[in-house]
């Protein structure tokens, strides 16, 4: 069975950085596209970026330019830089693997952005 484990979240002030960490086990072979998804209260879950198994990459308009999205297949682990911080970007953020026969989803980590 594959586990996907978030980590590097926490309390940023506006303007600040994080890098959040997606670190997958278990059978990893068959993951193709790696995604960070993140849901604020009372919103809809939003695709923030994403990696396909050649290096592709895709970001969502609000987080271009200030994010950005990697992987590190030897360690199998997935990683979302995330600079010039704001008060909107604060949310729980969680891993999806596109993984055959079925996604995987991580448990998610929280990042907060606030003065």
């Known amino acids: 069975q594959v586990q996907l484990v978030e980590s590097g979240g926490g309390l940023v002030q506006p303007g600040g950085s994080l890098r959040l960490s997606c670190a997958a086990s278990g059978l990893t072979v068959r993951i193709n596209t790696v995604d960070w998804y993140r849901q604020a209260p009372g919103k809809q879950r939003e695709l923030v970026a994403s990696i396909t198994s050649s290096g592709s990459t895709g970001y969502a308009d609000s987080v271009k330019g200030r994010f950005t999205i990697s992987r590190d297949n030897a360690k199998n682990t997935v990683y979302l830089q995330m600079n010039n911080l704001k008060p909107e970007d604060t949310a729980i953020y969680h891993c999806?693997?596109?993984?055959?026969?079925?996604?995987?989803w991580g448990q998610g980590t929280q990042v907060t952005v606030s003065s």
């Open positions: 999806h693997a596109r993984r055959w026969p079925q996604d995987v």
